[in-house]
């Protein structure tokens, strides 16, 4: 039988693509706009519980075209995959229907589990922590979320302004002396709208000259910006606090910070840690007079090109600088290239099921050039041509890779995701459900993953690179201090030794 041709001479089919591929199109900028709202929401602490509450995708197949029906084919500016002669390219029905009804059947990041590459191995290092610095770790946890509060009692709130130079945006800062513990905490937290801080904001690595002790180590500019205008606030408030009551010179400084605030208080800890007279300033003189100093942040992006560390000097022992990162966060790889691959893996089809593809173990790299395209699905080609267009290299092919990072143990399809720029800070550790076997094809309320318990591990930053993690729920500070609050109570019973 020959081709039916519509009114306006173009095949039946080449218009039914054509729609599907706007339909795709106009998906992608509805997730990537949904996405925005629900980790803005989640940054200032408004948003608690199940992803179904935000996310809602009324799906609307294109119906199939009818002879009796004249179809317009209307090309979408947004990003449409492209032929030969720049035509948009044909997409089968089995593919439009597979889009449709995966986000009609599963929430919104369900699908990102189907891969292999989302779950790190079972078999890292337990997390051992001296008793005494649990407390250390609920209190960051707590600060790091009323830091989203006005302050109260004691509690001091600074405003450090927006940057229109770098992008970067305003961030705001709470301390208070917590004399029965004998530590003052600072709790940093940023005002940004995620997209801005992870994909629009300045993110090209900037020489921290004057800052850091290597100016080789490149950091995040919109991060590295707003660090630096805070050292004259902090320095002004700690002065104070030390004049308000000299035994404060006892005590120990904890800084903490959740998302881009835990970014931005890795990267004053730093300087403040600052061994060189290049990298002096009136703030890190005041590092001396504290008995102690330490970092704990939570769901923090990467900042950094080497992971920042602190100083190996017998001085430093007893200092804590830890990064709590809940598996799945997608805010803990976050930077423009693993946004848009997220994003993108949004949109696509769903890859073959785990217990479908175990049948065949996953092809070699050279075998799946094509971003976006699950090992071992064959047909899921990506429809979105422009955020196809990211360095299609899997982390692995890094120069930092290492043998350790990411091949799961188990087959499945992998998600590609592009080679990251910038490490995360401190010891890394990774909190998982305590109960892996409970699976469930719905999202999980921040209640229900306390209720599975959690089991706390030490990785590198070499271990997250070329992970594809993208549930927004894992980003929940109250999950964070939830679950840390678990932890300290297992260490306190020793249930969790």
Request: hydrophobic residues 35%.
């Amino acid at each position: 039988m020959g081709q039916q041709i519509l009114n306006d001479g173009l095949p039946r089919w080449h218009s039914y693509g054509t729609q599907m591929l706007n339909q795709s199109a106009a998906m992608y900028d509805q997730i990537c706009s949904s996405f925005n709202d629900v980790m803005t929401l989640i940054d200032r602490d408004k948003y608690i519980g199940n992803e179904n509450d935000l996310f809602t995708y009324q799906s609307h197949p294109v119906p199939p075209p009818s002879a009796k029906v004249r179809q317009h084919a209307v090309v979408h500016k947004g990003p449409a995959k492209k032929g030969k002669k720049g035509t948009p390219k044909e997409v089968s029905k089995g593919q439009a229907n597979a889009i449709t009804s995966s986000f009609a059947s599963r929430g919104y990041f369900a699908k990102v589990e189907l891969y292999a590459n989302s779950k790190l191995s079972s078999d890292l290092t337990p997390l051992r922590l001296h008793i005494p610095t649990y407390p250390l770790v609920c209190l960051a946890a707590q600060y790091s979320e009323r830091v989203y509060e006005n302050p109260r009692g004691e509690e001091r709130d600074a405003h450090v302004d927006a940057d229109w130079r770098t992008g970067a945006k305003a961030m705001r800062i709470k301390s208070v002396p917590m004399d029965h513990m004998n530590t003052i905490v600072f709790a940093i937290r940023g005002t940004a709208t995620f997209m801005d801080w992870s994909v629009n904001l300045n993110t090209a690595p900037t020489a921290p000259k004057g800052f850091l002790d290597d100016p080789n180590n490149f950091c995040h500019a919109g991060f590295l910006s707003v660090a630096r205008k805070m050292i004259s606030p902090v320095a002004a408030r700690l002065r104070h606090l030390l004049e308000e009551d000299p035994r404060r010179c006892s005590y120990s400084l904890l800084i903490t910070g959740h998302s881009a605030g835990g970014a931005v208080a890795s990267l004053l800890y730093a300087h403040m840690l600052s061994t060189s007279k290049a990298a002096s300033s009136e703030l890190s003189i005041l590092t001396g007079c504290f008995k102690r100093v330490h970092c704990i942040t939570f769901g923090t992006p990467p900042v950094s090109l080497l992971p920042l560390q602190k100083p190996s000097g017998s001085e430093f022992k007893k200092f804590v600088f830890l990064t709590f990162i809940n598996e799945g966060d997608p805010v803990a790889r976050a930077d423009k290239a693993y946004v848009k691959s997220l994003l993108e893996l949004f949109v696509a089809p769903a890859p073959v099921e785990a217990k479908e593809s175990s049948k065949h173990p996953p092809p070699s790299k050279s075998s799946s050039p094509k971003h976006g395209k699950a090992h071992g699905t064959g047909s899921n080609t990506s429809l979105i041509s422009k955020t196809s267009k990211v360095s299609v290299k899997s982390s692995r092919s890094s120069p930092r890779s290492s043998s350790k990072s990411t091949k799961p143990k188990t087959p499945g399809p992998i998600w590609d995701v592009p080679p990251s720029t910038l490490s995360n800070a401190g010891q890394i550790v990774i909190l998982r459900s305590g109960n892996s076997s409970s699976k469930t094809k719905r999202a999980k309320t921040v209640e229900e993953r306390l209720s599975e318990g959690v089991v706390a591990q030490v990785a590198t930053d070499e271990q997250l690179r070329g992970l594809i993690w993208g549930d927004p729920v894992c980003h929940v500070m109250k999950l964070y201090i939830g679950r840390v609050e678990l932890l300290a109570v297992e260490a306190v019973t020793a249930r969790g030794y």
